[in-house]
Each structure stands twice: as C-alpha cells, then as structure tokens.
C-alpha cells in the first residue's frame, strides 16, 4: 500500500471515530440532560397536586368544622377534583392513578393495560415518591408513586407522565447525524484523496528519480515543490544525487587512468625488454665482434638502467598512496643544502648551476617526502636545462597564507597544450630526450602526491625555449 494511501485511510478512519464518537456523546448527553428534565418535571408536578389535594382537603375539614358537619369522605373528594387538578398541568400527557390503602382504585384516567408487576407500589413513602421509566406498547411513561395522607385516611398516588417525546426526540437526532455524516464522509473522502496526492506530489517524485538513479541516470533531479520537511528530503536527494553522480564520474576517471596507467606501464615494460632480449639474442647467435658487442652491452645497459629507474618510481608512486606520513615542523634551509649536496656531483658534471633562496622557515612535513619532492623536481629541471645553464630553487612566504618552494630552469619548456598533462604518470614531453636519460615520466606525478598529501597545491608556468618554473604553495601554519 502506498504512502499516500496510508495517510488517507488513517486520516479517514480517525476522523470517521472523532466524529461518530463525539456525535455519540453529544445526543447521549443531551437525551439524558432531557430525561432528566422529564422526571424532575414529574417529581415536581407530582408533589404540587398532593400538596393541593391535602390544602383543598384542610379547606373542606375547616368549612365543615364552621358549619357544624362533619365529613371524612376523602374518597369523593378525590374522585371530584383530580382531573381539575390533571388540567393544570399538560392534559393531554399526564394522568392520575390513586387507590386506597387497600389497593383499591379511587381514580384512573390512565386507560392503557399495564402487564407485570408495579414494584413502584410497594410499600412507597410519602416523604420520598419513587419513580420508573415504564414501556407500553411503543410509548414509553414516567410513574411517580408515592404516599397521600388525607386527614388519617392514606392513599397511593401514581402520577403518569408521556415521555415518549425524549425518545422521539433521541432517534430522530440519531436519523439526522447519519444523513449529516453520509454528506460529510463523502466531502472529506474526496477532498482527502486531492489534498493527499497534492501534498505528496514531492514524494511520487522522489520515488521516480530513485528509480531513474538506480537504473544509472545520475544526472536525474528531484524538481523541489514546499520548504516543508517533504521539501527539505526532496533537496537533500538532489544533494546526494550530486554526490553520487559526481564520485560515479570521479570513479569512471579513475578507471580510465587506472586503465591508461596499466597501458602505458605495459607498453614502458615491453620497449626495454623486447630490445634487451633482442640484443641478447644478437650476441648469442652471432660471432664475436668487438664493436658489435659493445654497442648491444651498451644498450642493454642503458635500457637495464631505464628499467630500475621504472621499478624504483613505481614504488615511490605505490608507497605515497598507500601510506599517510607523520608531518612534524622541519628547518627548510637543511634540508635543501642536503638536497643540494646530493644533486652536486651531476650538477657538476653537466655544468650546471643550482642557486639557492631559502627564507628560514619551518614546515610541517617529513623529511624523506620533502626531500624526494625537491629532488624530483630539480632532475626534471636538470634534464631540461642546456649545459652551463641556471637552476634555481627558491623558499618563501606568501601573504602569510602559504610558503612557497619554487623550482626554476632555464631550459627547452613545455608546448602549452601539454601542460595540463605533465602530472599524469608516464606521460613525456620528449619522449626520446627522456628516455635517453632514463626517464619514466613519474617524476611530477609522485611531487603531485606529496602535495596532496601535505594539502598544499601546485602550479606550473613555462614558455618553450625559454624555461619552466614549478610553485608548490604549502598552507601557512
């Protein structure tokens, strides 16, 4: 069953028995606030007309007593004055019934058969008359039975009431509140089920675009209709829709360089050792010949050399982003000069010049990445440098947000289309000038790592023939 379902039913049935129960009370309250009434009415109209039988009783014993005659005829006066007594009050709906104290009747205009027993004349008391609700036939009647003293003679006075109109009264509110609550359930049932699917248009939405993303439509948007909490789950679907679509993006990236990685790594692998096996099989199979010896040694040399330079990048490569380094605060200045004494020997030998300009600073980071990262970049700035040519290597803050190291060369430059390309692994700008000097083109894509690392980033600026300079910005702390 639907949500929107769910919300109707439940929203119908509870306002289906808040009604129907509170109708319920209202009528019960008010038929018994009615019945109430009716016998208090009773009670009331009952001790008024013995209070006017024993007055008009007293009246007739004090004229009688002045003229001289004596009278005990209680029983005529009764039957004399009772339906005078009946007209005072509603006629039509009202009777009497009065029998002496042997259970004789004196006066009855109440002409309907009464069937069973009167527990009412039992033994009543004047002081306090008792009622009862009586049914006969389809009307329903209120005796009050008590005790009337006239002078010494006692009588039992039964004072009948028509209440059949309280009932009548009762079940026509009851006909009138099933015809009000047919109109009503029909007008809430209709105006529930549009109100309902208005009000969750949002999440009929929500439940197609879930559907769209599921089947791989990442680009799929939930369109926002409230600010209400259906709303808010609504643009929070959106956000998490950008989140997946772009990490499935992110991931697909991955793969396909993941994939390029291992092509070109395979292609890097294959080059060498198809020339390494071929010089081989050229000195195996043919006769000795000095030159021809040492120029297939010299070769495999060089590409052996290629091969353990490959090996040793890729294992800086793996160990970067497999392993996150302890950064602690270092001195810079040491740590280049030790960066400078250990390039010196080829700096010398290719004629090249490193100048140093280092700011003291100290840098959060470690030692051995620090000092790889610098190392890298100074080999690609040699391997591009003309002999007798400038390195330089600069260390500076930056409007005190970052402090920067900076390697500069003066030689071949990248093309500018090729910029954006120099951190991706393997990749070569002169593939031959890099190959001949044992090159991988993993250089910029491990310094790329490190940065990373130390949440720092890196920027690269170079004209052809002119030079190259590499910034890494790292965060001032």
């Not at 208090?40 to 209070?51: C, F, K, N, P």
């Not at 500076?396 to 289309?417: F, K, R």
């Given at each position: 069953?639907?949500?929107?379902?769910?919300?109707?039913?439940?929203?119908?049935?509870?306002?289906?028995?808040?009604?129907?129960?509170?109708?319920?009370?209202?009528?019960?309250h008010?038929?018994?606030?009615?019945?109430?009434?009716?016998?208090?009415?009773?009670?009331?109209?009952?001790?008024?007309?013995?209070?006017?039988?024993q007055?008009?009783?007293?009246?007739?014993?004090?004229?009688?007593?002045n003229?001289?005659?004596?009278t005990?005829?209680?029983?005529?006066?009764?039957?004399?004055?009772?339906?005078?007594?009946?007209?005072?009050?509603?006629?039509?709906?009202?009777?009497?019934?009065?029998?002496?104290?042997?259970?004789?009747?004196?006066?009855?205009?109440?002409?309907?058969?009464?069937?069973?027993?009167?527990p009412?004349?039992?033994?009543?008391?004047?002081?306090?008359p008792?009622?009862?609700?009586?049914?006969?036939?389809?009307?329903?009647?209120?005796?009050?039975?008590?005790?009337?003293?006239?002078?010494?003679?006692?009588?039992?006075?039964?004072?009948?009431?028509?209440?059949?109109?309280?009932?009548?009264?009762?079940?026509?509110?009851?006909r009138?509140?099933?015809?009000?609550?047919?109109?009503?359930?029909?007008?809430?049932?209709?105006?529930?089920?549009?109100?309902?699917r208005?009000?969750?248009?949002?999440?009929?939405?929500?439940?197609?675009?879930?559907?769209?993303?599921?089947?791989?439509?990442?680009?799929?948007?939930?369109?926002?209709?409230?600010?209400?909490?259906?709303?808010?789950?609504?643009?929070?679907?959106?956000?998490?829709?950008?989140?997946?679509?772009?990490?499935?993006?992110?991931?697909?990236?991955?793969?396909?360089?993941r994939?390029?990685?291992?092509?070109?790594?395979?292609?890097?692998?294959?080059?060498?050792?198809?020339?390494?096996?071929?010089?081989?099989?050229?000195?195996?199979?043919?006769?000795?010949?000095?030159?021809?010896?040492?120029?297939?040694?010299?070769?495999?040399?060089?590409?052996?050399?290629?091969?353990?330079?490959?090996?040793?990048?890729?294992?800086?490569?793996?160990?970067?982003?497999?392993?996150?380094?302890?950064?602690?605060?270092?001195?810079?200045?040491?740590?280049?000069?030790?960066?400078?004494?250990?390039?010196?020997?080829?700096?010398?030998?290719?004629?090249?010049?490193?100048?140093?300009?280092?700011?003291?600073?100290?840098?959060?980071?470690?030692?051995?990445?620090?000092?790889?990262?610098?190392?890298?970049?100074?080999?690609?700035?040699?391997?591009?440098?003309r002999?007798?040519?400038?390195?330089?290597?600069?260390?500076?803050?930056?409007?005190?947000?970052?402090?920067?190291?900076?390697?500069?060369?003066?030689?071949?430059?990248?093309?500018?289309?090729?910029?954006?390309?120099?951190?991706?692994?393997?990749?070569?700008?002169?593939?031959?000038?890099?190959?001949?000097?044992?090159?991988?083109g993993?250089?910029?894509?491990?310094?790329?790592?490190?940065?990373?690392?130390?949440?720092?980033?890196i920027?690269?600026?170079?004209?052809?023939?002119?030079?190259?300079?590499?910034?890494?910005?790292f965060?001032?702390?």
């Amino acid at each position: 069953m639907k949500l929107w379902h769910k919300v109707f039913l439940c929203t119908f049935l509870l306002f289906e028995v808040l009604f129907n129960g509170a109708s319920f009370y209202l009528i019960e309250h008010n038929f018994n606030r009615n019945l109430k009434a009716e016998i208090d009415r009773g009670l009331t109209e009952r001790r008024a007309i013995a209070s006017q039988m024993q007055s008009d009783w007293s009246y007739v014993l004090s004229l009688s007593n002045n003229l001289g005659v004596k009278t005990d005829d209680s029983i005529q006066l009764i039957r004399n004055n009772s339906q005078k007594y009946i007209r005072t009050f509603d006629n039509d709906r009202v009777f009497l019934e009065i029998s002496d104290s042997a259970q004789i009747e004196v006066f009855n205009n109440f002409n309907r058969r009464i069937n069973g027993k009167r527990p009412e004349l039992d033994a009543p008391s004047s002081d306090r008359p008792v009622y009862i609700l009586r049914d006969i036939g389809k009307q329903t009647y209120l005796f009050v039975t008590g005790k009337l003293m006239l002078g010494g003679t006692g009588f039992t006075m039964s004072y009948i009431r028509d209440i059949s109109g309280v009932y009548s009264d009762k079940s026509a509110q009851f006909r009138l509140f099933f015809q009000i609550n047919i109109i009503i359930t029909f007008i809430l049932g209709v105006g529930l089920y549009w109100v309902i699917r208005y009000l969750t248009r949002s999440i009929r939405s929500l439940t197609q675009s879930a559907q769209t993303v599921a089947r791989g439509l990442y680009s799929q948007r939930v369109r926002v209709h409230s600010d209400d909490e259906i709303g808010i789950l609504a643009q929070n679907f959106n956000r998490m829709a950008d989140a997946v679509e772009e990490k499935v993006i992110e991931l697909e990236v991955t793969a396909m360089q993941r994939q390029k990685f291992i092509d070109v790594l395979t292609h890097e692998l294959r080059t060498p050792l198809t020339s390494i096996i071929g010089y081989a099989d050229l000195l195996r199979t043919t006769k000795y010949n000095e030159e021809v010896f040492f120029k297939a040694m010299n070769y495999i040399y060089s590409e052996g050399r290629r091969l353990e330079s490959l090996s040793f990048k890729l294992m800086d490569l793996i160990l970067i982003g497999n392993e996150m380094p302890k950064l602690k605060q270092q001195d810079i200045m040491p740590l280049c000069l030790d960066v400078e004494e250990a390039l010196q020997p080829r700096l010398e030998r290719l004629k090249l010049t490193l100048v140093l300009s280092i700011e003291p600073y100290r840098l959060f980071t470690e030692k051995d990445l620090f000092m790889l990262l610098c190392t890298n970049l100074l080999d690609n700035a040699i391997k591009a440098s003309r002999d007798g040519g400038r390195i330089y290597l600069r260390g500076y803050l930056v409007d005190h947000h970052y402090y920067a190291i900076e390697v500069e060369d003066e030689g071949i430059g990248i093309p500018e289309q090729d910029v954006p390309k120099v951190f991706e692994p393997f990749f070569m700008v002169d593939k031959a000038r890099t190959r001949s000097q044992h090159g991988a083109g993993l250089g910029l894509a491990i310094c790329s790592e490190i940065v990373k690392l130390h949440e720092g980033r890196i920027e690269i600026t170079s004209r052809e023939e002119v030079g190259t300079q590499v910034k890494i910005l790292f965060p001032h702390i």
